[in-house]
């Protein structure tokens, strides 16, 4: 019988033949290395068609993993309500469910779309918080 990967093979063959650099560009995204309350921290924000990815670092990996969204998308108008989810990562830190709540509020006054956090900070003051929002408002591509 015929290869049932033979249709997969001839893609990777052909995806390996691509010319070097000539990447896609992707989605529009933005990236910041600042010092928030003296901790290195890195940010990114991605504006994908479906939604936003945003990465809130002050290690060396993407922490917790959490889905926003607004939970009444009917009505567009007014001040809403959103729903958070873990996805991967702790589950015990209410305080990161309220860093995605807080940025899918703000990402929804521009433009209605769910977000995709990976957050995993040192510490999480209401200094920390305060910062990290600051920071990310000047990486929105949204």
Known sequence: GADPLAPMSS??????????????????????DVDICGVPTK?????????????????????TLIQAFREDPVESAGPGCYGTRVLLGRRDDEALEVYARTLVELIHKSRPSELLLAINLVDSTPAVFRQVMQQLDRIKVW
């Open 43 to 63: 940010l990114m924000a991605s504006a994908y068609s479906n939604r936003i990815f945003v990465v809130v670092t002050q290690r060396d990996n993407l922490g």
């Open 11 to 32: 893609l990777l063959m052909q995806a390996s033949h691509a010319p070097i650099g000539k990447e896609p560009s992707g989605p529009p995204s933005a990236t910041l």
